[in-house]
C-alpha cells in the first residue's frame, strides 16, 4: 500500500532530465554493440526469416508442377519426333530447352506476326491451349508432305490455301500425341479447336494471365527453329492439384 500511494503520488509530476556525459553515451553504445546475432535465439531467426514475392506476377505454379510439365513435354517432343522421321523420311528432332511461368501477352510479343499458330481444347478443361511453329519449318513439313524434297524446302515465307489445310491436318495428329502425353491425367480429350497464321488473333486467356510456356528446338535436316506450347493456369488448374512427379511415375501410363 505504502508503495502504490507513493506511485500515485508521482503521477504526473514531471520527472527530471538526466544529461548523460560522453562517457556514458559511449559506454552505453559499446553494450549495444557486445550484443552478438548468436545470442538471438533460433526460433527468432526464424521469425524474422523475409521471403521476396512479386504481387504483379505471383507464383501459381509449383516447381513440382513445372518438373512435371517438362516431363509431359518430353514426352510429346519425342511422339513429334517420332512422327516427323518415319512419315517424311527426313532426320528430325524436337527436344525441350525451357519451361517457364510468363504472361500470355509476353508470350504472344515473342512470336512472329506470321506463324504455324494452333489453338488446342480439352473436352475435361476448361479454356485451351497454345501450339505454336516457327513457320519456316511448318512450310518445310507442308512441302515435304506434298512431296517436295528436302533441298526445296526453307525457301518460302509465307503461307498459301494449300500450306493451312495440310499444316491444319499436321497439328491435328499433334493433339493425339498432346492425348499420350497426359493420359496419367484427367483432361478428357485433345482437339484441334484453330488453326491460323495470326498469332494476334486467337487470344486462349487475358493478356495478363500467367501461363507455363514449354519452349522446343525443332530440327529438320540442318534447319533449327523454336516450338512452343503455351499452357494458362487457368485452362490446367482443375488438375494442378495431380500434376505431380509422383503422380506421373506412379501412374500405369508413363
Known sequence: KRGSKQVSGNIGKKLPHVILS???ILAMFDAISAVSLSDVSDENQEQRHVVLYDFMRPDRFTMDNIRTIRMISETFAHRITESISTRLEVMASVN????????YNEFI???PAETAFAEIGFTGLPGS???ELDPQVALAISDLRMGASLRECGRRTSFTNIDMSVLTAEFSGYTGFLDEALSSFPHGR?????FVKDAGSIFVCPSGDLVV???FVFRIAEMEKIMNLCLPYRTIEPITGKLTVDHLLSSDHY
Not at 525441350?96 to 504472361?103: G, L, P
Open 190 to 194: 485433345s482437339y484441334l479447336k484453330r
Open 96 to 103: 525441350v530447352i525451357s519451361v517457364d511461368q510468363i504472361t
Open 22 to 24: 560522453q562517457n556514458e
Open 129 to 131: 491451349a497454345v501450339l
Open 213 to 215: 510456356l514449354v519452349t
Open 109 to 111: 510479343r515473342s512470336v
